[in-house]
């Protein structure tokens, strides 16, 4: 097996000798020895050993996507990756190639790739009932209820169980209509809560956009944003890494926590009507880039949409299941109640599934026609989600977010005060972006033919990374929550590596 956090995180390990320095140490530039060092960092050692790959060559793959797979289905890399096979925190591909996963499946694989509780929970289910859909009882769904809603607080008890993360948030946005009769929806620019004709009204990410219509009266309004906003400063996040802007608050006060809200206000009384039906934010944004708001921000924005007779819908598809680290649910990092809780992804650890958590009065609301659902409920799903929490549990995952997470910002916040291209280093748990820039002073966002190469230099060395952001300017990490100290050493200085290499090619 490989290192993971079932057989003890090495939280205490040693950091990678090459690679460490103290960061009162740090030059504000890369040295040229370092320029100059052609070695790559050393992977890990792993003694997992894949089957060797008997399907279809690459060649006929890539004939077979470009005919009869819609262009819609995106692919990354000059060369796409053809994976084979998956074990916690790695990846292999065709040719036998280890990497690194530091995107997780776009944030969906939680407790490891085929991780052996989850796996027999599924191969076990899969042996003696697949389906039945939700009209007849069966034991996992009720099992898993039950499992589930014990960890959410106060009145939020009410599941209803979907496939998508997409369908969840239509979900809930349909319920928040029905129970407050009104239909007006806000949302924050930056935030993506699904991709299909209803989420996309709310989702403030130009590149998902069609060009037709979607999601009527859905408004959003500006980004809390303390690095590329118009405001913020170096004591605004929850966060173990601050933005370098400087901030002009008093003590006790955030001053663009209280101009945000302004701007709130100000699409609430010129966009929307007297009442509205909900406001939903994800806790940290995922796809925006792991933009993180002002403190307090969200606490005043639930008080206003309640003003307003709406619910307020905490988007954890991304944040949740002790991602953060500090909590299990990304809104009790804001120390907010929301009226309905979405989630997805790491929810099953890969297998499709979602799910809406609410009150039960709120929940009636949905009751007075039909609904039906039918792969909500799953009984395969279940099974295999009520094992993911389980290993959440039993391997300490949220504290392992919590420590090598926390190891990992600050060892990324090194490189930003190393590179100038390296704006804004920001996130919490693993749930983490860094944002690249032209420069600090300018914070324009680095071009997208820059971004790439570093991206595939990163991919060449054996680290698989995200992106996001509007702009596509901020690499995303967000890995499997089994992944250790030592990864992360690796994971930073192979972006150590490309970076310089960037630097490098500029020089040129």
């Not at 300490?396 to 100038?420: I, P, S, W, Y």
Request: hydrophobic share 35%; proline share 5%; net charge positive.
């Amino acid at each position: 097996m490989c290192i993971t956090a079932t057989m003890k995180r090495s939280l205490t390990c040693g950091y990678s000798q090459l690679f460490k320095c103290q960061k009162s140490l740090l030059p504000s530039r890369v040295s040229s020895r370092y320029l100059s060092n052609n070695e790559n960092p050393q992977m890990p050692p792993c003694d997992f050993k894949p089957q060797k790959y008997k399907g279809l060559p690459y060649e006929r793959v890539t004939e077979i996507r470009k005919k009869h797979l819609s262009p819609a289905l995106l692919t990354i890399y000059k060369k796409p990756i053809l994976l084979h096979q998956g074990h916690m925190q790695w990846l292999f591909d065709s040719e036998g190639r280890r990497y690194l996963d530091l995107i997780a499946g776009i944030v969906t694989v939680s407790v490891g790739h085929c991780h052996p509780k989850v796996t027999e929970a599924a191969q076990k289910q899969l042996s003696h009932l697949w389906h039945t859909s939700n009209i007849y009882f069966n034991s996992p769904i009720h099992e898993y209820a039950e499992k589930l809603t014990a960890l959410f607080p106060g009145k939020l008890k009410v599941l209803y169980l979907t496939n998508s993360g997409s369908e969840a948030n239509d979900l809930a946005m349909y319920i928040a209509r029905l129970h407050t009769k009104s239909f007006d929806i806000i949302g924050l620019r930056g935030g993506y809560h699904g991709a299909s004709p209803y989420t996309l009204g709310v989702t403030a990410v130009g590149a998902y956009k069609q060009g037709i219509a979607n999601g009527n009266s859905s408004y959003s309004t500006m980004n809390p944003d303390v690095f590329r906003g118009i405001w913020g400063g170096s004591h605004c996040r929850d966060s173990p890494v601050q933005t370098i802007r400087k901030c002009s608050c008093s003590p006790g006060c955030c001053e663009a926590k209280d101009r945000y809200i302004d701007q709130l206000k100000d699409t609430l009384n010129t966009c929307a009507a007297k009442n509205v039906a909900a406001f939903i934010a994800e806790p940290i944004q995922g796809v925006g880039g792991a933009v993180q708001y002002p403190k307090g921000f969200l606490k005043e924005a639930y008080e206003l949409i309640r003003e307003r007779g709406g619910l307020c819908i905490a988007d954890e598809v991304q944040t949740g299941f002790g991602r953060t680290g500090s909590h299990y649910w990304g809104f009790q990092t804001h120390d907010v109640m929301p009226d309905i809780v979405t989630m997805a992804k790491g929810i099953g650890n890969g297998f499709p599934m979602g799910a809406v958590i609410t009150t039960p009065e709120i929940a009636g609301s949905y009751a007075h026609a039909l609904s039906f659902n039918t792969f909500g409920g799953n009984p395969i799903a279940c099974s295999a989600a009520s094992a993911v929490l389980d290993v959440i549990e039993e391997d300490g995952l949220q504290n392992n977010c919590k420590v090598v997470g926390t190891h990992m910002l600050l060892e990324f916040a090194k490189l930003r005060d190393m590179f100038d291209i390296v704006g804004d280093v920001r996130g919490k748990g693993l749930m983490i972006g860094i944002e690249m820039v032209t420069d600090k002073e300018s914070r324009r966002p680095l071009p997208t033919e820059e971004m790439n190469r570093i991206w595939e230099d990163c991919r060449e060395m054996g680290v698989l990374l995200g992106k996001g952001g509007l702009y596509s300017q901020t690499f995303r990490i967000k890995p499997p929550m089994c992944i250790t100290k030592e990864d992360v050493d690796f994971g930073v200085a192979v972006f150590k590596k490309a970076l310089t290499k960037h630097m490098e090619r500029a020089t040129k």
